[in-house]
């Protein structure tokens, strides 16, 4: 066995043979090279060798009594699949060997083998072990960032949520994902997208909030070269883009009914047309669309087209708001500390009546609205544990919540009046300054937030975010409503 001073090895092979002077001989020149070598002298021994996981190679005899070598190849890829083998044959076996290869041996060597290629064969198995757990790795990464991992929080409205998310994500129906603003709508729809046959494709997100119609409507399906000023060059459009994967249309109420008329067309015809250009072009897109308004009513005030709705309504998914599962409060809040710890020289911890604080609040901004307050306690706090007072609540505590005081029962009671602090925090003062600063700009320019943008020297992108967060919208939409 190694020990900790033993340099990493260079990869884990099992040598099995029941002739134990081929045996030796054969691990002797791996180990000088830097191979760590374990040794069998039946199929038995080594499976019992194999059933830790750990090893890289096994190379194996073929003909052993009482178990063969073909066996063994069999039963060694049951419990170890990401075993590479390679079975030593006698010279003249060769239709063992290629039945070895078709059992899933990685390669074969003929006894009586030189030393070189022993060397060489076993060097591109290992080599071929590395390469699988790299791509492994690279998968589990991609799936805690994107896919049911990355949704924390354990309580029943999320459990169900995943479980119905799982179903739908192997399918490609259309899904539309329902759910007040910062509650986790656009890791839901990654995650549909990661746990789907087109994962390995592209994810596209398009946010019809964030950018004019006509420039939307060019951004989706791309548009021909001259199409409208400032189109030097043709554009392929984000569905296109998307082309065997998933297409996510965010705040897909956003729009106007022309433009979901368009829309409708490219779901039902699987087809878009770029804009000014007459021949369609065949799309294979799964499309997940979200809202954070009450589509319904959308649709009953004709504000959203409900032809359109029954297209993308065929699976819902509802991303339950955070004040009906505050049992999540605990967990995602670990979360975003950690994760604000990792970025971090002062690592801090929550205090269990910080917890208890949390967990009475109602989060009007969801989820969001969690991450924020913990990255700015974890930012501004004076001691190392995070107390009440480092996350400033904007509204009213909620009412003690059943169930919750079992979760946090960790400390004593914690009073009412727990972090409610004098004057109005830095952020709150900034954050009034820019709702007074963007609205009085939106009464000068109304719908037009180019120039808003202009005037306020951020990009569009920036000034939607802001307003959203501020809950601010453009006069003639204010008044829709
Ligand atoms: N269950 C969760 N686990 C971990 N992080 C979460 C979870 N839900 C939301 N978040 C985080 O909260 C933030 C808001 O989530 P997201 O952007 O998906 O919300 P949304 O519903 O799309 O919001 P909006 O309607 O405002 O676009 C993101 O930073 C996201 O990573
Ligand atoms: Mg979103």
Request: hydrophobic residues 40%; contains cysteine; neutral net charge.
């Amino acid at each position: 066995m190694t020990d900790a001073n033993t340099p990493p090895s260079r990869g884990r092979i099992l040598v099995v043979d029941d002739q134990r002077n081929m045996r030796a001989t054969t691990a002797l020149l791996l180990r000088a090279e830097q191979y760590t070598v374990f040794e069998a002298a039946t199929g038995e021994e080594a499976l019992a060798h194999l059933a830790g996981g750990s090893m890289d190679l096994l190379l194996t005899d073929l003909k052993m009594e009482p178990m063969d070598g073909l066996t063994l190849l069999r039963r060694a890829l049951e419990v170890a699949p990401r075993l590479q083998v390679i079975m030593m044959t006698a010279f003249g076996s060769i239709e063992s060997a290629v039945e070895a290869m078709r059992l899933g041996a990685y390669d074969y060597v003929t006894k009586p083998f030189k030393e070189s290629e022993l060397r060489y064969r076993v060097e591109r198995a290992l080599e071929r072990a590395r390469l699988l757990r790299d791509v492994d790795n690279l998968a589990t990464d991609f799936n805690q960032r994107h896919g049911l991992s990355a949704l924390v929080g354990r309580s029943a409205a999320m459990r169900d949520l995943t479980t119905r998310l799982m179903r739908v994500a192997q399918s490609d129906a259309t899904v539309l994902i329902q759910g007040e603003s910062g509650t986790g709508k656009e890791l839901v729809a990654r995650a549909l997208h990661a746990h789907s046959r087109r994962k390995g494709r592209s994810f596209v997100p398009v946010n019809c909030a964030a950018i004019s119609e006509t420039l939307l409507e060019s951004e989706l399906f791309g548009h021909a070269k001259g199409a409208f000023t400032g189109a030097v060059k043709a554009r392929r459009g984000l569905f296109e883009e998307a082309d065997g994967g998933t297409l996510f249309i965010d705040e897909v109420t956003e729009t106007s009914p022309t433009f979901q008329s368009k829309l409708l067309r490219a779901l039902q015809e699987g087809e878009v047309r770029r804009v000014g250009e007459s021949t369609a072009l065949r799309v294979d897109v799964r499309t997940v669309a979200a809202t954070n308004r009450d589509i319904e009513l959308e649709v009953r005030e004709k504000r959203f087209r409900q032809d359109l709705y029954y297209r993308l309504n065929v699976v819902t998914l509802r991303v339950p708001p955070l004040r009906e599962r505050l049992e999540d409060v605990p967990a995602l809040a670990e979360h975003f500390l950690e994760r604000a710890n990792a970025r971090s020289p002062n690592p801090r911890r929550l205090s269990a009546a910080a917890v208890t604080h949390l967990m009475g609040y109602a989060f009007p901004g969801n989820v969001r609205e969690l991450e924020n307050l913990v990255e700015q306690a974890a930012a501004l706090a004076e001691g190392d544990e995070l107390l009440p007072e480092d996350f400033p609540l904007r509204q009213e505590r909620l009412a003690p919540v059943p169930g919750a005081s079992s979760m946090v029962s960790l400390e004593g009671q914690v009073s009412p009046a727990a972090g409610a602090s004098t004057g109005p925090t830095l952020a709150q003062v900034v954050e009034d300054a820019e709702r007074r600063a963007i609205a009085q700009s939106l009464e000068r320019h109304g719908v037009d937030l180019a120039r808003v943008a202009d005037e306020l020297g951020v990009s569009s992108t920036t000034l939607w975010r802001k307003m959203k967060r501020l809950n601010l919208r453009p006069p003639s939409e204010a008044s829709r409503e």
